[in-house]
């Protein structure tokens, strides 16, 4: 079974990083020198936010949409792809390829054990994405005078509910595969579901009535609907806090039963 915390030796000398702290320093050396992993994260969601605000319709006050525009709906709805991409594209295929390797079976006979190095992942690819949202929210304001969310609180915790489940899911295509290749398939079957559901494609509000219905009990539509309630000003409904709440545990739960470090 996965332990949940980095086994540090007792006899580390003063003044020495602890093996976490090694681990979490290498881990965000490496995490640096991926271009590919730090523009699907960091850059991909406000360059999409840049070109969708750039369509003249999308700035256009819609009485349909409640006297918002487009790109009111859309800065929460970006906000979750930064996350998306974490968890289904950049984390698993990194972990399966060092259980791969046999990096993991080799640090178990270290002090370091290989729940440090997934602790380090989750850490790293959870502060990006967050990062990401942030700039979102940034560019939304800055650039296209897209309120920033009106009840703070609640867009924090619907924010940092979906970061759980979004890593949750990671951790477990993490556990289901046996390869890097094998997580890449999955977290990609996976992917275009999950940006529908977050309402990539058409807002989740705009969905009719059985249809989002259906996509509000996924944890990215539940997601989708509270981040979008929080930035009108409004407290996410309870029920959108309890789904991602629920989604987190099953698959937190889950990846805890199957995740194997060989």
């Known amino acids: ?31 640096r020198r991926e271009p590919g992993i730090l523009f699907w994260t960091l850059g991909f969601p406000p360059v999409l936010l840049v070109i969708l605000g750039s369509i003249p319709s999308f700035r256009k006050v819609d009485a349909g949409l409640g006297g918002l525009r487009l790109i009111d709906l859309y800065v929460p709805i970006l906000v979750l792809v930064a996350l998306i991409v974490t968890g289904l594209q950049t984390m698993p295929p990194v972990i399966t390829g060092y259980r791969e390797r046999g990096i993991l079976r080799r640090m178990s006979a270290t002090p370091v054990r290989p729940s440090a190095l997934l602790i380090a992942q989750m850490g790293l690819n959870g502060a990006t994405a967050l990062v990401s949202a942030l700039v979102c929210l940034t560019i939304g304001r800055l650039a296209f005078d897209v309120k920033l969310p009106q009840q703070a609180f609640g867009y924090a915790l619907a924010l940092l509910l979906t970061a759980a489940v979004a890593l949750a899911i990671g951790a477990l295509v993490t556990a ?29 509000q705009n969905m009719p009535d059985v249809l989002r219905h259906i996509v509000e009990a996924t944890p990215f539509g539940a997601a989708a609907r509270a981040l979008g309630q929080a930035a009108a000003g409004d407290w996410p409904a309870w029920s959108h806090l309890g789904v991602l709440a629920a989604w987190a545990i099953v698959l937190s739960a889950a990846a805890i039963r199957w995740f194997r470090w060989e």
């Open 176 to 204: 289901l595969a046996g390869t890097a290749k094998v997580a890449s398939a999955i977290g990609s079957a996976v992917f275009f579901p999950s940006m529908f559901c977050a309402g990539v494609w058409l807002p989740v």
């Open 1 to 31: 079974m996965m332990t949940t915390t980095a086994t540090v030796p007792a006899a580390t000398p003063r003044g020495t990083a602890s093996p976490f702290a090694a681990v979490l320093r290498t881990e965000a050396r490496l995490f």
